[in-house]
């Protein structure tokens, strides 16, 4: 185990060493070390931000707003009033005396402009240091406008991004249940945690659609506020991203009595999973049918292109660290359909349970890290000589400055990768970074290329001088 901090040693963890499984977690970020996390305040926001006909306003300084615009870049197949980012922009006169009225004043004036059907407020930092009291504004501008104004209580230095995603869950939850005229066929589902990054949603949308499964809602993946208001008419829920959405299949659960699986749709193994998960729930034959026939066109379909790039990536290593763990699970198998090892994996947001899964399905000798910093990150991957980093955007320059080919795994990226069609686009972009001829020029990799000839050039003369 390569030296790392006193204080971060119980959050990593390297497999078939000496003791048990004793992973450290849901702990806050060790002061100094840079962590990888965001705020409460980003955590929330990357929530509710893909709920596309809502008005979005944050209440404090203008860098709130610019730090988490177009953060994730949702797709919207109707209104885009989320690609908006609205900020109320407190300056030093209202961090003395308030920033309540200037409060009023946007969401009024927003309103009267963009007849949003409901608004979220997010309070920031500064708005629990001076207490702005936003729920009584947003009761007021709600009962004047008529329309449900929402506050979402992320001050960022309440805790850790999880604790975001909480204050996100508890502000949908205020809008669960507020229509009570519509109804949902029997074999109807909402899906939770998939955020429609590059069209995810649509895809699975389209997969459930051939089952013969209705879709309620999504939250918030091209989401709108009316399917939101109706998601309790659903018979079941399905939790893609389980860190952020969780609490909210939880607390639907207990008042709603709808129950949930937890699903991953990306890599071959866990999409059919989760469609088998659902159609198993509803116990139909002809859902069952149609499920079998889908999953088995999809599989015959891509694996043949699959096995053609495990080809050129067979002995490859990764290291993978994403924001929620049970992507990581995925990640893990849909890597070794291609024949490239885990070498180092983590997440901000696992649990102890999630890393106790983590810690069965990698091979021996995988580093497992909870929370980790750019620092660590790169020692690790230095010490492992991966080939392939995936994750979001603050790991890029991390990658491309050791001269490692990069996956982006996150909230930015421009392909789909969940469901069948996305495990295509997942193999290409790993194959398209690996064996991209550009990382013979890398600084990094070219310093490693003289160490390893004079260590072999070393080993040549000892073994002839013996």
Not at 209 to 237: F, L, P, W, Y
Request: aromatic share 8%; glycine share 8%; charged share 25%.
């Amino acid at each position: 185990m390569i030296e790392i901090l006193e204080a971060r040693k119980g959050q990593i963890f390297e497999k078939g060493t000496e003791g048990t499984f004793d992973m450290a977690c849901d702990k806050v970020s060790v002061a100094g070390s840079v962590s990888q996390r965001a705020c409460v305040f980003c955590g929330s926001r990357v929530v509710l931000y893909p709920i596309a006909d809502a008005l979005h306003l944050i209440h404090g300084p203008v860098g709130c707003a610019a730090y988490t615009w177009d953060i994730r870049g949702s797709l919207s197949s109707g209104p885009e009033l989320h690609r908006l980012s609205f900020s109320t922009d407190l300056r030093e006169e209202e961090v003395i005396y308030g920033g309540e009225k200037k409060l009023y004043a946007a969401l009024t004036e927003l309103i009267g402009a963009y007849h949003p059907k409901a608004a979220f407020v997010y309070a920031t930092c500064i708005i629990g240091l001076i207490g702005d009291d936003i729920q009584a504004v947003c009761r007021k501008v709600s009962d004047e406008q008529g329309i449900d104004v929402i506050p979402v209580h992320s001050e960022g230095f309440r805790g850790t991004k999880k604790d975001g995603y909480k204050a996100a869950c508890e502000a949908l939850f205020r809008l669960i249940g507020t229509d009570e005229q519509s109804i949902a066929a029997p074999h109807s589902i909402n899906i939770l945690g998939d955020f429609n990054l590059a069209g995810e949603t649509w895809i699975i949308k389209e997969y459930y659609k051939q089952m013969g499964v209705e879709v309620v809602s999504c939250m918030t993946g091209d989401g709108r506020v009316d399917e939101i208001r109706r998601a309790h008419k659903a018979a079941m829920n399905v939790v893609q991203c389980s860190g952020s959405m969780t609490y909210l299949a939880k607390m639907m659960e207990k008042d709603y009595g709808i129950p949930f699986e937890r699903v991953s749709y990306f890599g071959i193994e866990d999409t059919a999973d989760a469609l088998y998960k659902v159609a198993r729930h509803f116990n139909d034959p002809a859902i069952l049918k149609n499920t079998e026939e889908l999953v088995r066109k999809e599989v015959s379909r891509i694996y043949p292109e699959v096995e053609a790039y495990r080809k050129y990536l067979e002995g490859k290593k990764a290291a993978i660290y994403v924001g929620g763990s049970f992507k990581a699970f995925s990640l893990v198998k849909a890597l070794r359909h291609l024949g490239i090892a885990t070498a180092i994996v983590g997440s901000q947001t696992g649990n102890r349970e999630d890393y106790e899964y983590l810690e069965e399905i990698c091979d021996e000798g995988t580093i497992i890290v909870d929370d980790t910093n750019p620092l660590e990150l790169s020692r690790f991957m230095s010490e492992r000589n991966v080939d392939l980093l995936i994750g979001g955007v603050k790991e890029r320059p991390i990658a491309y400055k050791m001269g490692i080919a990069f996956c982006d795994h996150n909230h930015e990226r421009k392909e789909a990768l969940a469901g069948f069609e996305g495990m295509i686009n997942f193999c290409r972009e790993v194959h398209g970074s690996i064996m991209s001829p550009v990382w013979q020029f890398s600084p990094a990799k070219c310093l490693r290329a003289q160490k390893e000839e004079m260590e072999d050039a070393n080993s040549i003369r000892q073994a002839a001088h013996s």
